[in-house]
């Protein structure tokens, strides 16, 4: 099993060593670098998954740096340390694909959630992307589909690629609204700039309103700096509004002015900042009715449903369902390390015949568990775990099925092997392949567990 490899750029030698020992303790695996040549040569010459970049370096400073590794199409994602001073140079470092930066000093556990979500990043790039691309199919073939109304969204999505309407993407959740946001993103002009994501029902109105515009120094408790707020990172990008229809009505008036005048003042301050912003909402609430109940502002929902685009649930679009199981297959073999080549005929009428609830996501996670634990090359009846009953080839549910059996009583059929084997898969992938960390979640010491990886032959 590999782990995460990350490359320290710093020229102090006391902060190169905090990091290195800091880091290799979490389980990665970590190289170092004292300026800014000695950076794009370890870059280019070896794989990472992230580099902590300092921008004050004595040879080249940290934006000529990043600049250079984004011309040689490197795809590690950049998280940039700086002063409290150089605060505007650390946001001209993520308008050019840096994922975030880390103001010093810096607080230890902050450093390791922002190093954490930036190398899951760095594989599959939902907002903040390290270096995008050439095109969106390049970087994620994404959304899949041959269904008419799936055909219809795709030829949506490369009409308003080139434009800058902004639009609301409907859909239940699970239906891969973010995929569509990402494709219209990555498909037009604005590629190579950053696309940002913010979800709107995860924070409360007083903490959406500083991530969205950002605030002054002073403005709150424990406001030490001024901080960009996603607006503002997302200046000549996109910004994704997820779950946009559980905004307050104080906040959707101020998200209405932005889209009106292009402009905003951060939490505390009083200066206004302008910002050329594409808008991508996404909801899974009817905003019709939101409107018509008085909890959505109507003018908003004009302004925001320029171009509306209706995902449909999975339910309605089963001819898909072989294309999707064919893509998260391939996937999930490469990651496990095992070779599963499709699905049986039987199968894949029970994946047919259900009705999926959790509609993609649902789906992929099934796919993921029945590679887990198929002993075959082609994944059977036996280990599709389905949530609720499904219908067999001859019309009859399943015996495992047949008294409402749910997933629990079909891991009870599993042998104590793969029982364990599925959840140190699990933990592993919930802690980005930190082996430290997961050894604690699983009250065995790392030496077992490295122990058990190599037993059950688990790999990234």
């Known amino acids: 099993m590999t782990n995460h490899r990350i490359l320290i750029v710093d020229d102090e030698a006391n902060m190169r060593r905090i990091l290195s020992e800091l880091l290799t303790e979490q389980g990665y695996e970590v190289a170092a670098a004292k300026d800014g040549a000695e950076a794009i040569r370890r870059a280019t010459d070896s794989r990472f998954d992230l580099i902590i970049l300092d921008l004050k370096l004595p040879d080249v400073d940290g934006i000529t740096v990043l600049r250079e590794l984004k011309k040689r199409g490197l795809t590690a994602a950049v998280v940039v340390l700086t002063a409290f001073s150089s605060i505007e140079t650390a946001i001209e470092a993520m308008k050019l694909g840096a994922y975030d930066y880390i103001p010093k000093p810096f607080k230890v556990d902050k450093l390791k959630d922002v190093i954490k979500n930036a190398i899951a990043a760095s594989s599959d790039p939902s907002w903040g992307v390290a270096f995008p691309r050439r095109s969106y199919r390049d970087q994620d073939p994404g959304i899949i589909g041959k269904t008419p109304a799936m055909r219809q969204v795709l030829e949506l999505v490369?009409?308003?690629?080139?434009?800058?309407?902004?639009?609301?993407?409907?859909?239940?959740?699970?239906?891969?609204?973010?995929?569509?946001?990402?494709?219209?993103?990555?498909?037009?002009?604005?590629?190579?700039?950053?696309?940002?994501?913010?979800?709107?029902?995860?924070?409360?109105?007083?903490?959406?309103?500083?991530?969205?515009?950002?605030?002054?120094?002073?403005?709150?408790?424990?406001?030490?700096?001024?901080?960009?707020?996603?607006?503002?990172?997302?200046?000549?990008?996109?910004?994704?509004?997820?779950?946009?229809?559980?905004?307050?009505?104080?906040?959707?008036?101020?998200?209405?002015?932005?889209?009106?005048?292009?402009?905003?003042?951060?939490?505390?301050?009083?200066?206004?900042?302008?910002?050329?912003?594409?808008?991508?909402?996404?909801?899974?609430?009817?905003?019709?009715?939101?409107?018509?109940?008085?909890?959505?502002?109507?003018?908003?929902?004009?302004?925001?449903?320029?171009?509306?685009?209706?995902?449909?649930?999975?339910?309605?679009?089963?001819?898909?369902?072989?294309?999707?199981?064919?893509?998260?297959?391939?996937?999930f073999s490469r990651e496990i390390g095992k070779t599963v080549r499709g699905v049986t005929d039987e199968a894949m009428q029970m994946l047919r015949a259900y009705d999926w609830p959790g509609n993609v996501r649902e789906l992929e996670n099934c796919i993921e568990r029945a590679v887990i634990f198929t002993r075959s090359e082609y994944i059977g009846p036996d280990v599709l775990f389905l949530n609720s009953p499904a219908v067999n080839v001859a019309g009859n549910m399943p015996a495992s099925h047949s008294s409402g059996a749910s997933m629990v009583g079909d891991l009870a059929l599993m042998s104590l092997e793969d029982m364990e084997r599925m959840h140190i898969i699990e933990v592993l992938k919930r802690t980005n392949r930190n082996r430290t960390e997961a050894a604690k979640i699983l009250k065995i010491t790392r030496r077992t567990l490295l122990n058990k990886i190599k037993e059950y032959g688990i790999r990234d």
Request: include cysteine; aromatic fraction near 6%; hydrophobic fraction near 40%.
């Open 158 to 331: 490369d009409q308003l690629a080139s434009t800058n309407a902004t639009v609301l993407i409907y859909g239940e959740s699970g239906t891969g609204k973010e995929l569509v946001a990402r494709a219209i993103h990555y498909r037009g002009p604005r590629a190579s700039r950053p696309l940002i994501k913010v979800s709107c029902a995860a924070l409360p109105e007083s903490l959406l309103e500083s991530e969205l515009f950002g605030h002054e120094k002073g403005a709150f408790t424990n406001a030490i700096a001024r901080r960009p707020g996603r607006f503002e990172l997302a200046d000549t990008g996109t910004l994704f509004l997820d779950e946009v229809g559980e905004m307050s009505p104080a906040m959707q008036s101020k998200l209405l002015r932005v889209l009106q005048e292009h402009e905003f003042e951060r939490v505390g301050g009083t200066k206004s900042i302008k910002v050329d912003v594409r808008v991508i909402a996404a909801t899974n609430k009817d905003l019709r009715k939101e409107v018509a109940e008085g909890r959505f502002r109507e003018d908003l929902y004009y302004r925001l449903s320029v171009v509306p685009i209706y995902l449909p649930p999975l339910r309605e679009r089963k001819d898909d369902i072989p294309l999707l199981c064919e893509r998260f297959i391939e996937r």
